[in-house]
Nanobody
Framework: QVQLVESGGGLVQAGGSLRLSCVVSGRTASIYNMGWFRQAPGKERDVVAT???????YYVDSVKGRFTVSRDDAKNTVYLQMDSLKPEDTGVYYC???????????????WGQGTQVTVSS
């Protein structure tokens, strides 16, 4: 089974930046579609950004122009660069991997354990 480990979360002030990393092990990252999902307090887990095996990207409207998802398959790593952070970006961010497309939070087979992002006003 593939393993996913997220890192890079933390506490930042509004307007600040963070870069999240997701390291893939157990399998070759290049064969997977990857994504970042967020679970805000009291809400369901939902998509933030996704990137296909051939680097086609998708962003939820609320983060367009502020977040950038990328992948470096030579390092088995996927990144989420988050700029101009807002308090509403607060939540637990989860990395996901699946051979199927599109990524669905109900059907995704492989999840990381999550990393907390807190944005203060």
């Amino acid at each position: 089974q593939v393993q996913l480990v997220e890192s890079g979360g933390g506490l930042v002030q509004a307007g600040g930046s963070l870069r999240l990393s997701c390291v893939v092990s157990g399998r070759t990252a290049s064969i997977y579609n990857m994504g970042w999902f967020r679970q805000a307090p009291g809400k369901e887990r939902d998509v933030v950004a996704t990137i296909t095996w051939n680097s086609i990207t998708y962003y939820v409207d609320s983060v367009k122009g502020r977040f950038t998802v990328s992948r470096d398959d030579a390092k088995n790593t996927v990144y989420l660069q988050m700029d101009s952070l807002k308090p509403e970006d607060t939540g637990v961010y989860y990395c996901a991997a699946d051979r199927n497309w599109p990524l669905n939070p109900v059907r995704v087979s492989n999840w990381g354990q999550g990393t907390q992002v807190t944005v203060s006003s």
